[in-house]
């Protein structure tokens, strides 16, 4: 799209739409005549028109730079339902509450309640306000709007490049655009650390921080974090190895690193945390061996309703007993020299902390842990028992 560029008063009407200033408040905002106001307002949607109503004007002024879009923020500082953010994108290219509900085949008062909720959770006025806060923690981006622009026709083609619901919620434990891992080449099999003569894997440059307290070696990503230390950008496939070894040893929340240990009331003195699993982490005796961390009680049900490996079903837990009891990882063998290491052919498994000999060839990415001691609860019935603590209360008193 070649376009001019905008005059100050055309870029500052941008900006205080992305501000949550109301159409009817602009000429007071501005300092201008209503009529010249009008007049702009027109003129932009003239010079845009894709831009349907003031949201989508915004989006496509900041993906376009004729209004300089505003900084960047880590988009895991904000907690947002996957079907919120969906709305979002779908208010940034312009639909209005018909338009959506008519897409997504959702009565139009349930996307009415939703786009209520998602100005409450944003803390924002007006759509056009949810965008620009949407944009700053890139779930409106400028790749998502050039797409829907080259397809403004086509809604569901335009669509189809949003990152879907199913994409579940923004996990701590994922890994993020910009982390890569180490080259294989770092690889290489010294005389170990477990005795003087076994030999094993290591890193060429080995420092204290590349093995656990097991001795295993564990897998290099490199980690880009926020000042505050959390991770930024998209998130991708796969796992983080470090981040979710600190949160699965820690027993943190897998979605904000939040604090996941429930109160006394539940699972005695020592508290209890809760897991969702599946029917395929189930084994023997009834134990959960699992490589996904715990979740809280605010983030559960967004995790229940949508992340994808929780699709067909799954069990929530409350976890009173549980113990590391091993790494997933990949097997690597010496090669031709005996320092030279290639990996396995075998896909990432399971290796016991017991096998001392086995580990020793191993390249860690997850830490496993195995739930030995639980109660099967109903997950919405602990969620509102945990909001709504005084209800419980009158209903075993009556
Ligand atoms: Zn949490």
Redesign the pocket.
């Known amino acids: 799209m070649s376009l001019k560029t905008l005059t100050p008063d055309e870029q500052s009407i941008i900006q205080h739409l992305a501000a949550g200033v109301l159409a009817r408040d602009l000429p007071a905002a501005l300092g201008l005549p209503k009529r010249t106001t009008q007049d702009l307002t027109l003129g932009l949607h003239k010079l845009l028109p894709a831009a349907r109503n003031h949201a989508s004007l915004v989006a496509i002024c900041y993906t376009t730079a004729l209004v300089a879009p505003p900084p960047l923020l880590d988009p895991s500082d904000i907690f947002l339902p996957a079907e919120e953010r969906e709305l979002l994108v779908l208010i940034a290219m312009g639909m209005n509450g018909r338009d959506i509900a008519k897409h997504l085949g959702r009565a139009a008062s349930t996307v009415g309640e939703q786009i209520t909720s998602l100005l409450g959770d944003l803390q924002v006025k007006t759509w056009a306000q949810a965008v620009h806060i949407g944009w700053q923690f890139q779930i409106v981006t400028a790749a998502v709007i050039r797409t829907w622009l080259e397809h403004a026709k086509d809604v569901n083609a335009a669509t189809a490049v949003l990152p879907a619901a199913s994409a579940g919620p923004l996990l701590y434990v994922r890994t993020r655009e910009g982390e890569v891992p180490d080259t294989p080449r770092a690889l290489c099999a010294v005389g170990g650390p477990f005795s003087a003569e076994a030999r094993g894997l290591s890193y060429w440059d080995q420092t204290a921080d590349d093995r656990d307290e097991n001795g295993v070696l564990w897998a290099r990503v490199s980690e880009v974090l926020s000042r505050s230390g959390r991770p930024v950008g998209r998130p991708l496939q796969g796992v983080h190895p470090a981040r979710q070894r600190d949160t699965m040893r820690n027993q943190r929340?897998r979605?904000?690193y939040?604090t996941?240990r429930l109160g006394p009331t539940r699972g005695g003195s020592g508290g209890a945390y809760l897991y969702l699993v599946t029917a395929k982490e189930q084994g023997a005796g009834g134990v959960y061996r699992t490589v996904e961390p715990p979740?809280?009680i605010?983030?559960a049900l967004l995790c229940a309703d949508s992340e994808p490996r929780l699709r067909d079903g799954y069990t929530a837990l409350l976890v009173t007993s549980s113990a590391i009891t091993g790494v997933l990882g990949r097997r690597y063998t010496p090669v031709d020299d005996g320092v030279t290491v290639a990996a396995s052919r075998d896909n990432m498994a399971f290796h016991s902390y017991t096998d001392h000999s086995g580990l020793r060839w191993v390249l860690a990415s997850q830490l496993v842990r195995d739930l030995t001691s639980y109660e099967v609860v109903d997950l919405r019935l602990l969620i509102r028992e945990a909001f709504n603590p005084s209800a419980e209360e009158s209903a075993s008193c009556s």
């Open positions: 929340c979605v904000g939040c996941a979740v809280c605010e983030h």
